[in-house]
């Protein structure tokens, strides 16, 4: 898939393409959805498919500070969006400048002039422009205007209620990642470089990866049982589709995510156990899967008792895996 990161580096697509535009925020399973029928059609156009999402998102350049916790960052959105066989991602710095263009402009100057959409598809409630006075409306007759098609995405529902990014939050807060996994259509994962930290793990017995999560919120805390993956260790994964030639590996342990209030911890941090590995893993890109949520993260009065109880945890733990 090709990253096309700002409109300045978007060069004009003189073929034209077939699009969507969204945060698509987890890439969950509705969004895969969405993105499936995108490549369907793109094959039978014979044109390449469009993904444009916007850095940062617009509700956090609006209101960083009420904005919710994202639940992917961008380069784990683009690996989903990737595997879903997308051609292309269009990444617009959403910014001061973005946000003063008007819809008229955005549709002739963006859809039209640079990327020659002749197929795009929008949820029915989508809004752009400055003041949000475009919407799907304006997209219909913009379409008949300038020759190309505009459609609906029908809204995707798992046990009769509709799958959003906000109801994977809300499966996170409450531990339930069963519901979370089939939100999602995999587990919920975070991948990051594995940096050193004060190694204090390792005096009371538990060594850590310690992984920075580089966001002030995280959409899951707590501690979980966990599966590794990595390419760099030949921990193979497979993000979305099974494909048997291609074997799944990976390294169980558990893991802390949150802010480590019994040593006062100032930055979110990821920090993950492993059972049974003994090697290096500092500068690795890895992928952590969350399978199941043992406890929330809590303030030990000794650094004694936070040891006690990662022992229950690692049986805890065990014991999920053993099933």
């Known amino acids: 898939m090709e990253i096309i990161r700002g409109l300045h580096n978007l060069q004009q697509q003189v073929s034209g393409c077939v699009a969507t535009i969204g945060n698509f925020d987890g890439v969950h399973a509705g969004h895969q959805h969405i993105l499936t029928q995108l490549h369907a059609r793109a094959r039978a156009m014979n044109l390449p498919s469009m993904v444009i999402t916007f850095e940062p998102q617009p509700q956090e350049f609006f209101s960083a500070k009420s904005a919710p916790a994202r639940l992917t960052r961008f380069r784990d959105k ?3 969006i990737a595997d879903c066989a997308i051609d292309k991602l269009l990444v617009i710095h959403f910014n001061e400048s973005f946000s003063q263009l008007s819809a008229d402009y955005f549709v002739q100057h963006i859809l039209v002039a640079k990327l020659a959409v002749q197929y795009l598809q929008v949820g029915d409630d989508f809004q752009f422009g400055k003041g949000r006075s475009g919407n799907f409306i304006t997209l219909l007759e913009s379409g008949k205007k300038f020759a190309f098609v505009v459609e609906n995405t029908p809204t995707f529902a798992l046990a009769n209620e509709r799958v959003s990014s906000t109801r994977i939050r809300q499966a996170l807060e409450t531990g339930d990642m069963e519901l979370t996994r089939q939100l999602l259509k995999r587990p919920y994962w975070m991948s990051g470089h594995v940096q050193h930290g004060a190694k204090r793990g390792r005096t009371i017995g538990f060594p850590t990866a310690n992984v920075p999560l580089h966001r002030d919120t995280p959409a899951v805390s707590g501690v979980f049982a966990v599966r590794l993956w990595g390419k760099d260790l030949g921990l193979c994964k497979n993000i979305i589709n099974s494909d048997a030639k291609s074997p799944q590996q990976g390294l169980n342990g558990i893991a802390n995510i949150g802010f480590r209030p019994t040593v006062d911890g100032q930055k979110g941090l990821l920090e993950v156990h492993l059972f049974d590995f003994k090697g290096d893993l500092y ?8 399978l ?12 004694e008792r936070l040891k006690e109880q990662i022992l229950n945890d690692v ?9």
Do not use: C, P, T
């Open 78 to 80: 683009a690996e989903v």
């Open 283 to 290: 500068g690795k890109l890895v992928h952590v899967d969350f």
């Open 292 to 303: 199941h949520k043992i406890r929330d993260e809590i303030k030990f009065a000794s650094f």
């Open 315 to 323: 049986v805890e733990a065990k014991a999920y895996f053993s099933q």
